[in-house]
C-alpha cells in the first residue's frame, strides 16, 4: 500500500517498468469514483430516494429542458428498467411530490411524465453547492487542459464499455 492506501501491483502487475504515473492517474480516478459514489448515497439519504429515482428526475429534468415531453415507456427504456418497475417508481415519485403525470399534449391516449416545481427546488438545494464547486474546478482548466481532460475520459469509457472475452495477458490478479 502507498500512503493513500492504494495497493502497488494488485491489477498491474508487478513490472518495475511499469508507468507509475499511469498507476497514479488511474487511482485518482478511482478517488474520484469513490467520492462520487459517497455524494450520490449522501443525496439519495437527504431525498429519500433510491438511485433510479434520482436518474428518473433527471432525465425528467433533462427533457424538460430541451423542450420535449417524456412518456413513461421512454423513461422505463432510458432507465432500462421494465414496465412493472416503471409503474412502482412513477407511483413512488408521484406519492411523494416529485413528479406528476400529464395528458400527451398531441396523443390523448397517452401520459406524459412531468417534475414538480417543488422537485426542482429540492433537487438544486440538495445538489446546487456541490454543482457550483465542480463547475469552479472544471473552470480552472485553460482550453487544452480541458480538452486533454474530455479525451481522457472518452477513452476511458471507451475502454470500460469494451467487453474482453478473455483475459488479456499481463492483467489481473498477481
Not at 32 to 47: G, I, P
Not at 74 to 103: K, N, Q, W, Y
Request: glycine share 8%; no cysteine.
Amino acid at each position: 500500500m502507498d500512503a493513500d492506501g492504494h495497493a502497488k501491483g494488485y491489477w498491474y502487475g508487478k513490472d518495475p517498468g511499469q508507468k507509475e504515473l499511469a498507476v497514479g492517474v488511474l487511482n485518482a480516478l478511482r478517488d474520484y469514483r469513490v467520492s462520487e459514489q459517497a455524494m450520490r448515497k449522501r443525496t439519495r439519504s437527504s431525498m429519500l430516494m433510491g438511485e433510479k429515482d434520482l436518474l428518473a428526475l433527471r432525465y425528467l429534468f433533462e427533457a424538460e429542458a430541451d423542450g420535449r415531453v417524456m412518456k413513461p415507456k421512454d423513461l422505463g427504456d432510458r432507465l432500462g428498467i421494465t414496465s412493472a418497475s416503471m409503474t412502482t417508481l412513477i407511483d413512488r415519485l408521484v406519492d411523494s411530490g416529485h413528479i406528476r403525470r400529464e395528458p400527451h399534449p398531441t396523443d390523448r391516449r397517452a401520459l406524459i411524465l412531468r417534475p414538480t416545481p417543488t422537485s426542482d427546488q429540492e433537487v438544486r438545494h440538495t445538489l446546487g453547492a456541490m454543482h457550483r464547486r465542480m463547475l469552479d474546478v472544471a473552470s480552472g482548466l485553460d482550453q487544452e487542459q480541458a480538452h486533454v481532460v474530455m479525451d481522457f475520459l472518452r477513452h476511458m469509457s471507451e475502454a470500460l464499455d469494451t467487453i474482453d472475452h478473455e483475459p488479456a495477458d499481463g492483467y489481473g490478479p498477481s
